[in-house]
């Protein structure tokens, strides 16, 4: 049945209605999460010969996104772009104004893109399992950066002190542009941070990545080992980006809008265009997005609960 609506809308894309698609953004314009989200709706919006805007509301974790979404009429014309945040806020706070897992349906993953561990390019530590071995035999001074508690990059940090068995400080800044001040003074040893905005500085020699922490490696890192292939095995941690639509959306406009997304994810330009920004076009089925979603949210929940960060 589905696959037979997939070759219909394949053979006869048309518009949803006369009336553009709106993809609300937990975050400001101009990060990945939103270029993302622009890439993507700008395909679909080729493709379906329909509107597809993005309207972006950054702040208190995605939560003000999220209401707006989970409140909005289920018609597939209002979605959320949904990230690593979104499974982070369901453990960081103590209430939500919705339920992560049951005002949302699935649609798609868009993409997956690197968080790493770099140090100074001066630095001591050649290999990840340099580093390793310091900290093991120093146990909590090794400082490693990272941007605000509770961020992705943090619970990052913190699930890799737990997984590698090592007491580390973990030091939380402002923002990107002081976690590279720090490491390029030398008031830390390493940072945890996504790679995109740190690649400017390894291609300069000011910084060197360790290790990437996703399954592979970085597609535009290919020398730099992931963190499992450096010892921590089964270690497995990357950033993704995904939309999801109110819950009580029809089957056939999920099916619909799942349908757009590969598209548009599987056209080499738009390929090229998000692998520029160091992201992996990753669509997928909704069901996968709904299992990836209630692992992610498991897994940061405990990451929060053995960091004793306090829910807000």
Known sequence: ??????????????????????????????????????????????????????????????VVAGDTVAKAEPDGHTLL??????????????????????????VSTLGYFDIAIVVPQNSPYKTLAELLAYARANP????????????TQNLSAELFKTSAGIQAQVVPFNGTPAVITALRGGQIDAGVEILSPM????????????????????????????????????FNVA?????????????????RLNHEVQVALNTPDVKKRLLDLNIEASPSTPAQLSELLASEIKRWSEVITRAKIPTQ
């Open 1 to 62: 049945m589905v696959a037979a609506l997939g070759l219909a809308l394949a053979a006869h894309a048309e518009p949803l209605s006369s009336r553009a698609i709106k993809i609300v953004v937990p975050f400001g314009a101009g990060g990945v999460a939103d270029l993302t989200a622009r890439i993507v709706a700008q395909k679909m919006a080729e493709n379906m010969g329909q509107a597809v805007v993005i309207e972006n509301k950054p702040g208190a974790g995605g």
């Open 81 to 106: 772009l949904m990230s690593n945040g979104t499974a982070v806020s369901a453990g960081l706070f103590k209430s939500l104004p919705y339920d992560t897992l049951k005002d949302f349906a699935p």
């Open 140 to 151: 909590g001074k090794l400082n490693i950066g990272t941007i605000n508690i509770g961020s």
């Open 199 to 234: 690649l400017p500085q390894i291609n300069s020699n000011a910084l060197r990545a360790l290790a990437v922490f996703g399954a592979k490696r970085s597609l535009v890192l290919r020398d730099v080992p992931t963190a499992a292939q450096s010892g921590l095995t089964g």
């Open 239 to 255: 950033s993704w980006n995904a939309l999801a639509a109110p819950a009580k959306t029809p089957k056939d406009v999920l099916v």
